[in-house]
């Protein structure tokens, strides 16, 4: 039976005065609904980092990506602007962009060849009205093109707002701006060797939490 879901009363335990305060509750960690929930409030509704703008230097590069368990694609333009849209096609939601690679022309859906501008706009939509027929009035183009997820690159980190309800970066981080300006350099990316990957089977609370105390170093080795 999955652990019961938080109550308003656990999470006062945790906002209580730090030496009395308690951790959040188990059902955060193991349970489901718990995480949808979560995910809503928190991942999609404020900004989340997904990758860095360097991931795409070139413009055409485009990197398929999942976000707790939505299909992204990071791209930047012919124009050179990052961009990320849902990785899924407008007709019925093919994955568009299956591995890291480079636009030459358009994004082609691999189903039914509808195809895409790196900008997201709808441009082609062959045999749509039948043999022949690229056009149908049903189908409106305008209407059509990618969904694209908000987003902003600050440190050069994409930082997306997937519910695109978050107000603006820079008024939501006004004061970690401000704290930080002095790092607020050019940044030097080594593509490939600039980056590495920790695969964690765990909730990601664990690794962030993990990450904010240095309590165990003393103790834990990792090699
Ligand atoms: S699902 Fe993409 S063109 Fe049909």
Known sequence: MPAAISSRSDLDRVRAPLATANGLPNAHYVDE??????????????WSGLATASDVPNSGDAIPLEFAGMPLLLIRDKSGDVRVF???CRHRGMILVSEPRNIEGAIRCPYHSWC????????STPHVGGPGQNTHDAIVREDLGLVEIKSHIWM???????????PDFDTVHADLLARWQEFDQPLFHGGAESIITLPLKANWKLAV????????????SYD
């Open 209 to 220: 939490e993990n990450y904010c105390e240095s309590y165990h170093l003393p103790w834990v």
């Open 116 to 123: 895409y501008s790196t900008k997201g706009a709808l441009v």
């Open 33 to 46: 609904t718990t995480y949808e929930e979560e995910k809503q409030a928190v991942l999609f509704a404020n």
């Open 156 to 166: 050069d980190i994409v930082w997306i707002n997937i519910s695109g309800t978050a």
């Open 86 to 88: 849902q990785n899924t």
